[in-house]
């Protein structure tokens, strides 16, 4: 794909992502992350709500799994100094593939039911 044409996909992947950034409600395929519940109260954010169908129509299967992360609930450890160093999460959300984590009500949107 010509550097124009990935310019213009990532752009609109990243428009499409601040628009469903502001849902706070689970779709089909969604993940609810929580397993860091009161540090995630200490700092006064929400549980994240990961988009995993968003994802999946973006990426296949195999640019996440099962190198970065593992196919197992509660097998990945992710914290915000793994996401912030560059893993995890923040292997493709580092300014370059999609936005910075440093936006928490990005992820962190989840009101429960």
Not at 5 to 13: K, M, Q
Not at 75 to 96: F, P, R, T, Y
């Amino acid at each position: 794909m010509e550097k124009r044409g990935f310019r213009v996909l990532l752009l609109a992947a990243a428009i499409s992502g601040l628009i469903l950034a502001g849902t706070s409600y689970a779709e089909f395929g969604d993940i609810l992350l929580n397993t860091k519940a009161e540090s995630m109260k200490k700092a006064g954010v929400k549980p994240v709500l990961f988009p995993h169908w968003f994802h999946r129509i973006r990426f296949k299967c195999k640019v996440c799994h099962e190198e970065i992360f593992i196919l197992k609930k509660g097998g990945n450890d992710i914290n915000m100094g793994a996401i912030m160093s560059g893993e995890s999460c923040g292997k493709c959300h580092n300014g370059l593939v999609a936005w910075e984590p440093l936006y928490c009500d990005r992820c962190h949107i989840y009101q429960g039911k």
